[in-house]
């Protein structure tokens, strides 16, 4: 019975906080959406949990462990309702339809990166990062779009590292996968004007980054979290800030959406490069 509550307090908390941050008009579609998809994928894990449940002791474990965890949650949803929490410039609200969405099917956060598999992006530091922040609750879901000659490389450490990720592959929807995502990683070691970062600014989604390159040219100091490249603890440090503290996470949002104002549209950029190349044609 005590096992029943703590489940049925836990799961109406994380409803409540993902629809909190959306429009009012919004949040019963969400809620709808994300509990039938959230329904399909708990009976699949039911059968699991069962034989796990007769295990002794297990039942007590888990009970204080959703106890926990629904302390959590509940004080993100208060954090959520605060007035500064639930406003951003250009009336954009701090959290998506589709990250509402995700957040009630996969009951965790979304740490999103993309990019190449390759050496210069350091996944692999990511994936070292991953590993130290293991402890959160509820463990966040690392998604990782690309493709690359790294790619069975990483995926063998992934599994040796036991981590909650999937390896989404190409894929053409980045620009709602930012949007869906809590936070974007770009742990690279050398970057110039990264258009990944561009775009993780206009989707106003709070960035980790390393400090190389022209990343701090693009985020400032105040749109991105930014680490030294190379250093996995500081690295996870850092997204560990971001998804533990609402406050922080609005901060970075609103900043993020605040510089993608500054950065050129597509016109300016076709502009300024044809001016470039007249100032250094014969």
Known sequence: ???DLMLAGDNAIIVGMAAAGLPREQRRRVVMLGIAAATVLRIALATVAVSLLAIIGLTLAGGVLLLWVAWRLYRELRAQHAPEALSMPGGRPPKTFAQAVF????????????GRLAAQKRFGLLLDA???WGDIRPAPLLVLVGQGPLAAELQARAASL???????GQRPDVPAL????????????WEG???????????GVPIVATRVGGNPELTGEDAAILVPPGDAQRLADAVRAVLGDPAVAARLREAAAARARALPDEDAAVAAALAEYRHVAP
Do not use: C, H, K, Y
């Not at 930012?178 to 070691?189: G, K, N, Q, R, T």
């Open 1 to 3: 019975m005590i096992i």
């Open 193 to 203: 004007q990264a258009l990944i970062l561009q775009e993780a600014l206009r989707a």
């Open 162 to 168: 036991g981590l909650t990720i999937r390896f989404a």
């Open 103 to 114: 957040q009630i099917v996969l009951g965790g956060a979304i740490v999103l990166a993309v």
């Open 130 to 132: 991953a590993a130290r």
């Open 178 to 189: 930012l949007s869906a995502a809590d936070v974007f990683v770009l742990p690279s070691v």
